[in-house]
Structure formats: structure tokens, C-alpha cells
């Protein structure tokens, strides 16, 4: 049985190890999928509501977008749920799972002659700890729900009235359920994932005055109506407080939606760029993966677009480049050049000694474009961030790139940074004259990820990721060409790239990056919080500083900046740490007098 329900908000944030999600309000690429995955408990029983029916019906009335799928089969241990794991949940593709198994592997079936329970518990364990950590390693959120307890009913002590069941005591037929139950409390708490403790709610409900917990049962195991709304209204408050962080306002202003997470066959999306086309829509271009997670995996270049200023997204991809690397392609800049035409600037990545940036051209606004034309000699590994490529007010493109190979040297973290530079609208490219890198400065630094932009005075400023707890600054003042040794600036940061343009409607820069001034334990070294700050002064000083994201789990970082009429619209990697930070990108936008307010 399947379970349609309509939500609005996204349930990733608050889900220890749940990377994936969607937009579940207005606005959100689809609706989530939840998989109700247990025993007899759970599955669908004649016209009885059982809890994701009830789940519907309370969602869908809150204006929520989930599609709840039910799982559970009649009879199945945790060993059997195993052997289905993968046709019933996996293959579902789904964002969160709901886990309630217990009740069968904990069954002694002392009615045919059985002493033991039907499944050890050290195996249930190792299959709740399946479970969780193969969901973990997807993106791909969960909740254990404990069992409900099981009563005894004249059928039942006749069949199961012998050790080492108590059928004298009224919690007898518990003996051995509440050694599960623990079990999975302790494996919850270890893993780190959201336990619904049903068993200790049907126990409250039953020391109630007035109250029996047999009046949640159909016949002593298996819950009725008021049982499954029981079970309902303990997932429900679980579900909305999950979903309201991700892509509710959160009454701040952002709208947050959860784009791009990883699915089957697609562990990764991240580092992509926006252009806004003549009809008024919005392309926006990224990195699919699929052979893979990490940076040299298999991976092509894909599109979304938006017809509504990016509120809402198609949902299905445009390929616009092919794998045509021996690796992949990747990382993405999109220009609306002068002439009218766009620029698709992409790295295409063969090996650890050859990975260089190309650049496409459109004159038909992205339905066709150019063969490639390679931005960078000699051969080499070059590193230009997505969103990265700038036209200067003269016309020149200017494409700052980190290099950290060449064929038969070794590959170095420490980047030898220059910029690629165009006078001809991308025909033809040179070098910067001057290379920074770690032996040209004070300290020897190690400079990577470069990004540039032209201030009011026609000088550029270069600002560099750094391993030395600060974005790294620099100079040009003939459009490029050479530049001032790199310096510390006020930008404090982990090694983690930062993203600073020019806000049309006021002139000021916008910086986004991982502010590290006075952070805390739980941030420091990671590419979290998430902020926002305002320049007015070109550069030397930032205020107005605001929190996007604070999680500390979180992963946020190679944003692409768009300016779309009175909004900002920022695309970013969004993912948890622990579970793969880069594999999920999410849209988060917000109106340019926000920045000020």
C-alpha cells in the first residue's frame, strides 16, 4: 500500500545523517518519499487506518508533500526485513526510512516447543545497525520506532502461558520484548538517530487514570485505530519540528529548498552556476554525479530551470555537457557575455596531471552550444571553482585558476595561482604574468581556489581559500595581468572557499563564506556556519552579517551567486559531513534588503 501526502517543507536538517531532501512546501523539487518498513505492525490491515494512512490525513492538512510507502510484511524478523532490504526500501529511493521491527525476532514460539526467541538479540542488534548505517551511507534519513507492547488475551496465554513468558503477570508476555526494546534505545543513541520510543508511550497511556492499554489493541499485539493514532501523533510533531527547519521561512526571510540530493545511481551534486535567459527563465547548470562521490568520479553536466525567479525547479535534468573526460567534467561557471551570448566555463578532468578548464558558447540561450575551447597551457591539473569567471567592465574575461600538477611531477595541495585571461569573448586565452604560490610569500601558504572581482576603482581583488584560518587577498590593477603578493585579510575561514560579488541594485560586494570570528568548538574546522556580510568600502570591511546555516554537522560551501530582479538566489553544497557534505545542493534565496535590515 502506498501513501500519497502533500507537504511544503523539506525533513533533511534536523536528521542526523539525512542528506537528501526535497522541497516539501510550495516551491520544493517533488515530494519526499518515506518508507514505513516493519512487520505486521505496520503493514496494511483491511480497513483498519494504520499510522501512514493517519500520517496522511494530518499532513496532507498541514499542506505537506510526502509520499509515505508501507513496508511491512506480516511475520518478519529483522533477518527477514533484511532479505527484502533492498527491493522494499533501497530500490524506493527513498529520504527517510521508519524502522519499527522487534516484535517477531523477540518471539518465543513456546507453542511449538521453542525455549529460545525466534531471532538472538546480538542478531537483531547487527541488523538494526545494518540497517542505519547502509541508509547513513546513502543520505538517506531514519527513525526508530520502538514496538508496541503486547498484551495478554485468553488466546494467548493459552498459546504462549509458559516460561519463559509470565502469564501470571500482566507484563509477562514482555519479558523478553523489553530486552529488544533496550537494544534498540542503545543503538539509536550510539548511531545517533531519532528514536520514537512507542513501547514507553503505550506504558504512559496505560498508568493514566482512567485508561487501559488494552483499549489500543485489536487483540493483544496488533494496534487498533486508536492505537495507530497513538503511534501517528508520536511521528507527526517528529515530522513537522524536522521539516521546519530545512525550508520553512523559519520567519528569518530564506527560502531554503533542498534542490539536487543524492539518489540511486546519482550519489552527488554539487559546484553549479545560474544564467538567466531572454524568456525569462532561470538555467541553472551543475555537476551530476555517477560513478561516484568523490571529486574524480564520473560525473556530467547537467540542467534545471526555473520559470518562477527560482521558487520552483523542473524536475527532471537536461544533460548539457556529456562525461566527455576520462574522469568527468565539472564544476561550473555560467556569463551572460557582452556580445549577448553565454558562456559555459567547465573543467574537464582526465587524470591527476590533466584537468583543465573549457569554455562553450550559446548564441541561442543554452539549446546549443559551441565545441569546446580549452582556456589553459600547458598541461596540467587546474582547479577553477564553479561560479568563478568574471567580464570585466572592459570586456576582458578573466578566469582565475589554482594550479597542483603537471605531467611527471607530483601532485601538490598547494596551489600555484594565476588567472586565464580573454580580450576576445573566450577565442582565445593567456596567462596572467604573475603566479602566486606558497615560495612567493612571507609564509609559505598554501593558496587554493582562487575567486576574483572588480572593485569601483577598476582594480581587482583576488581572494584565495588558505589553510591559515583566513581568505588570502590580492591585487591587480592592470585588469589581470600581474598582481600583488597574497595577504591575510579579516575574512576568517577554515580551508573552505568563500563567494564574493557586486550587488547591482546598491554597488556594495556581497561575501558568502564559513565565518570562523569567535567560533565555538562544534564549528571550528569545519565549513560551517553559513553567512552572509555586506561591504561598502570595497573589501576592507564587512557588516551586517547574517546566519544562513549553523549546523554543526553541516556542510556548506562552492556557492554560485545570482541576482534575480530584488532577490539573491544562492546555490551551495548543503550535504552533513559525515555522510558526504558535497552530495546535496540547495537553493537558498532571499530578498537584497534583507542584507540590510
Not at 16 to 25: E, I, K, V
Request: charged share 25%.
Amino acid at each position: 500500500m502506498r501513501v500519497r501526502i502533500f507537504l511544503v517543507w523539506v525533513l533533511a536538517a534536523a536528521v542526523p545523517g539525512w542528506t537528501a531532501g526535497a522541497g516539501l512546501r510550495p516551491g520544493g523539487a517533488g515530494p519526499v518519499t518515506i518508507v514505513a518498513f516493519g512487520d505486521s505492525t505496520t503493514a496494511p490491515r483491511g480497513t483498519l487506518a494504520v499510522y501512514p494512512q493517519v500520517l496522511e490525513r494530518d499532513l496532507a492538512a498541514r499542506g505537506l508533500s510526502v509520499r509515505v510507502i508501507n513496508a511491512g510484511v506480516s511475520g518478519n524478523t529483522t533477518a527477514h526485513a533484511r532479505e527484502r532490504f533492498r527491493r522494499d526500501v533501497l530500490d524506493r529511493q527513498p529520504h527517510l526510512v521508519i524502522i519499527q521491527l522487534g516484535v517477531n525476532d523477540s518471539a518465543v514460539d513456546v507453542n511449538k516447543g521453542a525455549d529460545k526467541p525466534r531471532l538472538p538479540r546480538a542478531e537483531y542488534e547487527k541488523n538494526l545497525r545494518y540497517f542505519v548505517r547502509t541508509l547513513r551511507a546513502r543520505g538517506t534519513g531514519v527513525i526508530l520506532m520502538t514496538p508496541s507492547p503486547r498484551r495478554w488475551t485468553a488466546a494467548y496465554r493459552k498459546s504462549y502461558g509458559k516460561p519463559p513468558y509470565k502469564p501470571d503477570d500482566p507484563d509477562g508476555f514482555n519479558v523478553l520484548l523489553r530486552e529488544y526494546v533496550e537494544s534498540m534505545r542503545r543503538i539509536a543513541a550510539a548511531e545517533g538517530v531519532p528514536l520514537v520510543d512507542v513501547f514507553a508511550r503505550f506504558g504512559e497511556y496505560h498508568k493514566a487514570e482512567g485508561q487501559a492499554m488494552d483499549e489500543l489493541f485489536l487483540d493483544g499485539i496488533h494496534p487498533n485505530d486508536k492505537g495507530h493514532r497513538l503511534v501517528a501523533d508520536l511521528l507527526i510533531p517528529r515530522l513537522m519540528k524536522m521539516a521546519g527547519p530545512a525550508t520553512a521561512p523559519r520567519n528569518d526571510g530564506v527560502r531554503r529548498i533542498r534542490l539536487l540530493p543524492p539518489g540511486r545511481g546519482n550519489p552527488r551534486n554539487s559546484e553549479g552556476d545560474f544564467v538567466q535567459l531572454k524568456d525569462g527563465r532561470l538555467l541553472f547548470v551543475y555537476t551530476h554525479f555517477t560513478g561516484g562521490g568523490a571529486d574524480h568520479s564520473a560525473a556530467h553536466l547537467a540542467g534545471r530551470f526555473s520559470s518562477d525567479g527560482g521558487k520552483t525547479w523542473t524536475k527532471k535534468d537536461v544533460v548539457i555537457v556529456p562525461n566527455e573526460g576520462r574522469q568527468n567534467v565539472m564544476s561550473v561557471s555560467l556569463l551572460r557575455l557582452r556580445s549577448g551570448a553565454i558562456a559555459l566555463f567547465y573543467l574537464r578532468k582526465n587524470s591527476l596531471e590533466d584537468c583543465r578548464p573549457y569554455v562553450r558558447i550559446s548564441k541561442d540561450e543554452a539549446k546549443t552550444w559551441s565545441q569546446p575551447r580549452l582556456c589553459a597551457e600547458p598541461v596540467g591539473y587546474y582547479v577553477l571553482n564553479n561560479d568563478r569567471v568574471v567580464q570585466l567592465r572592459g570586456g576582458r574575461l578573466v578566469a582565475p585558476v589554482s594550479c597542483h600538477n603537471h605531467p611527471g611531477l607530483k601532485w601538490s595541495s598547494a596551489g600555484v595561482i594565476s588567472c586565464c585571461l580573454s580580450d576576445d569573448e573566450g577565442k582565445t586565452w593567456r596567462r596572467s604574468r604573475t603566479e602566486l604560490n606558497k615560495r612567493s610569500q612571507k609564509k609559505r601558504v598554501v593558496l587554493q581556489e582562487p575567486g576574483v572581482v572588480e572593485l569601483k576603482d577598476g582594480r581587482l581583488m583576488m581572494f584565495m581559500r588558505t589553510t591559515m584560518g583566513s581568505q588570502y587577498l590580492s591585487f591587480s590593477t592592470d585588469g589581470g595581468e600581474t598582481w600583488s603578493p597574497a595577504r591575510p585579510s579579516k575574512i576568517l575561514s577554515p580551508c573552505s572557499p568563500a563567494s564574493i560579488e557586486r550587488i547591482p541594485k546598491t554597488g556594495d560586494l556581497l561575501l558568502v563564506w564559513n565565518d570562523h570570528k569567535d567560533v565555538d568548538a562544534a564549528h571550528r574546522g569545519k565549513r560551517t556556519p553559513f553567512k552572509v556580510a555586506v561591504s561598502r568600502d570595497g573589501g576592507k570591511t564587512w557588516r551586517n552579517v547574517k546566519t544562513l546555516e549553523d549546523d554543526p554537522g553541516g556542510w556548506y560551501c562552492y556557492t554560485a551567486v545570482e541576482f534575480v530582479g530584488q532577490r539573491v538566489l544562492l546555490a551551495h553544497c548543503a550535504g552533513q559531513r559525515k555522510t558526504g557534505g558535497l552530495n546535496l545542493t540547495q537553493i537558498t534565496s532571499f530578498d537584497v534588503d534583507w542584507l540590510y535590515r
